[in-house]
């Protein structure tokens, strides 16, 4: 490709609204232009970048049996009722009528089609193991889209589904991803992790996330160095403190004026945060009925933790199976008897009360009386107050103790870039996608779901490769191989040398953007660096006096001189030698057995 015919351009400043490194190099480097709050197009330089990228999903998912297909981005909402979500999915789908009056969905996810697909084609277990996979567009009416293509609304994602006639065909479809996931992203350039993450709106009964770990990342993760346990903080378990055991102690009223907080509470007395108990008050919306039926019911919850912990809400709503939680109102907490800021379960009713393990192990907490300036000594669960539901709904922090281990877990900060969910028969049994099995019973598909999105794939391998000058490729996903330089002179003699070169290295195979421009050469130069193609060949006066073409790479400093005959089959060598460096990141990884 000659430059000079490029559609787009580089640019010299980036949007003003552009918050992280890759969002202000795609922009500047000409791969991405923004339409709409997080809605882009894609330049030509995009374009080949992502294709390469969808192709190395394609080959990576052909390896483990994958049969591609390509679903409706529009969808009847039927199948979506039939399975509840319709009805339990906010504003963030994309909604609307057809000009029948149909309800219609833009698909956010495939999980219906699939199901609905595998209903009308598989009948038999003969038919199974199956799994298909597409790439395709994605709607979700994100509320507030940022960071480029890192959180947009629409998106293109590779989704595949595996489908089995039991657990242990799922476990090993489902094994089969969680490598070929590491290969895809290793043959991208992009170091990757996998934790332990929430099912959210998917359901099932496992899931992990692949994370890019970046200060710019909206997740927070806990990681333990020691044996690798690494999860999302919405699910991270931990090893928390046992209370000393001591004999239950009568309760006792005790006036704490100006005390509504854990902190001041536990320096008024003078007892650690450990010997007290936390409430939050929230509202949550909880499911009841199936189908068109499905109705949405508030429940207030009390939730309660040890004060030196925090509540984790992610766990309090899988706890309940919730699909909604919202603080409470403090018309909504007088109303039950509770005060904030002096708040305990004592006393309260009408409330789901949900406790967390700790605090049922802990004796003579202090915790509200249920009266402004007042707080109880002395309270212990099973005798002053019992709990609706005891789980594990605290969440962890830097420095909590490993729950395989108990070492200190690291809190780093990532972005997804992609997740894999065991389903099971939350779609099939919803939908009757069924098959007989040896003895002619019918019995729902068990399903797997698994995506990464190619964009923000795109975006994550900008953010790691890079410098100050620009934007730094692997070969694997370089829109071009090869950055060709001509710096042409007042004789004319060098340009015909260039458009040689040109034209052999296409013939030989190696991907070319040409910078043929009427442009100075720093002005090249500078481009050649923004855009970040990994070789640059400059043929120049100076140069070819000495015999040869400048060689840089743009990963390196170094710059060496090629003689002109030579030049194609040297960069046919270095393309070789970069892609056996990406080659080389590709690995077996340790899948983890137990249950994150």
């Known amino acids: 490709m000659r430059m000079s015919?490029?559609?787009?351009?580089?640019?010299?400043?980036?949007?003003?609204?552009?918050?992280?490194?890759?969002?202000?190099?795609l922009v500047r480097a000409g791969f991405i232009r923004q339409l709409g709050a997080g809605i882009f197009s894609y330049l030509p330089f995009a374009k080949r970048s992502l294709t390469k990228i969808e192709n190395i999903m394609r080959a990576e998912i052909n390896a483990i049996g994958g049969q591609e297909v390509t679903m409706p981005v529009v969808q009847p909402a039927d199948?979506?009722?039939?399975?509840?979500?319709?009805?339990?999915?906010?504003?963030?789908?994309?909604?609307?009528?057809?000009?029948?009056?149909?309800?219609?969905?833009?698909?956010?996810?495939?999980?219906?089609?699939?199901?609905?697909?595998?209903?009308?084609e598989v009948q038999s277990y003969r038919q199974l193991p199956m799994l298909v996979y597409h790439i395709q567009t994605k709607w979700r009416d994100d509320p507030r889209p940022r960071a480029g293509l890192i959180r947009v609304r629409e998106f293109t994602m590779l989704d595949s589904y595996s489908l089995d006639a039991d657990e242990a065909g799922l476990d090993q479809q489902y094994r089969a991803h969680y490598q070929a996931y590491f290969n895809i992203f290793n043959r991208c350039g992009l170091p990757a992790i996998a934790v332990g993450s929430d099912v959210g709106m998917m359901g099932g009964s496992l899931a992990h996330e692949y994370m890019f770990l970046t200060p710019i990342g909206e997740d927070t993760l806990l990681l333990c160095d020691q044996c690798g346990y690494a999860a999302n903080r919405q699910i991270a378990h931990f090893r928390k403190p046992a209370a000393a055991p001591e004999a239950a102690l009568p309760a006792e009223k005790v006036a704490t004026p100006n005390a509504p907080t854990i902190q001041a509470l536990a320096d008024l007395l003078g007892v650690p945060t450990a010997r007290t108990a936390k409430a939050v008050f929230l509202v949550a919306t909880v499911n009841a009925g199936q189908g068109a039926d499905l109705k949405a019911v508030n429940h207030f919850v009390?939730?309660?933790?040890?004060?030196?912990?925090?509540?984790?809400?992610?766990?309090?709503?899988?706890?309940?199976?919730?699909?909604?939680?919202?603080?409470?109102?403090?018309?909504?907490?007088?109303?039950?008897?509770?005060?904030?800021g002096y708040a305990s379960p004592v006393g309260l009713k009408d409330v789901w009360v949900v406790a967390d393990e700790a605090v049922t192990t802990s004796p003579n907490l202090v915790g509200g009386a249920n009266?402004?300036?007042?707080?109880?000594?002395?309270?212990?669960?099973?005798?002053?107050?019992?709990?609706?539901?005891?789980?594990?709904?605290?969440?962890?922090?830097?420095?909590?103790?490993?729950?395989?281990?108990?070492?200190?877990?690291?809190?780093?900060?990532?972005?997804?870039?992609?997740?894999?969910?065991?389903?099971?028969?939350?779609?099939?049994?919803?939908?009757?996608?069924?098959?007989?099995?040896?003895?002619?019973?019918?019995?729902?598909?068990?399903?797997?779901?698994?995506?990464?999105?190619?964009?923000?794939?795109?975006?994550?391998?900008?953010?790691?490769?890079?410098?100050?000058?620009g934007l730094i490729w692997p070969i694997s996903v370089a829109p071009y191989q090869v950055h060709l330089v001509v710096v042409p002179d007042k004789a004319g003699t060098v340009a015909p040398v260039a458009d040689q070169l040109y034209a052999d290295l296409q013939a030989a195979g190696v991907e070319v953007l040409y910078d043929d421009r009427d442009e100075r050469a720093g002005v090249k130069f500078k481009d050649a660096d923004l855009i970040g193609l990994p070789l640059r060949l400059t043929v120049g006066e100076r140069a070819l006096k000495e015999g040869g073409v400048e060689f840089k790479r743009r990963d390196q400093p170094d710059k060496a001189l090629v003689p002109v005959a030579q030049a194609v089959a040297r960069a046919q060598a270095v393309i070789v030698e970069l892609f056996a460096e990406i080659n080389a990141r590709v690995v077996t990884m340790p899948y983890p057995e137990a249950k994150a």
């Open 5 to 25: 015919s490029l559609f787009g351009q580089t640019l010299r400043d980036a949007p003003g609204d552009a918050e992280i490194v890759s969002h202000r190099l």
């Open 79 to 120: 199948n979506w009722k039939e399975t509840g979500r319709w009805y339990a999915i906010g504003a963030e789908m994309g909604r609307f009528l057809d000009k029948n009056g149909r309800d219609m969905v833009l698909a956010m996810t495939h999980e219906e089609v699939v199901a609905d697909l595998t209903r009308k």
């Open 302 to 340: 009390f939730a309660l933790v040890r004060g030196d912990m925090e509540l984790n809400e992610t766990k309090l709503a899988n706890a309940l199976h919730a699909t909604e939680l919202r603080p409470a109102r403090e018309d909504e907490i007088t109303a039950v008897g509770a005060v904030p």
């Open 371 to 469: 009266e402004a300036g007042y707080h109880l000594r002395n309270l212990n669960y099973g005798r002053d107050f019992t709990a609706n539901l005891v789980a594990d709904i605290a969440a962890a922090g830097e420095g909590d103790g490993c729950p395989n281990c108990g070492s200190p877990l690291r809190v780093s900060r990532g972005v997804e870039v992609g997740n894999i969910f065991k389903l099971g028969t939350r779609y099939t049994a919803a939908l009757g996608a069924n098959f007989l099995d040896r003895a002619g019973q019918p019995h729902p598909v068990i399903m797997g779901s698994y995506g990464i999105g190619s964009g923000r794939l795109l975006a994550c391998v900008a953010e790691a490769h890079n410098d100050a000058d």
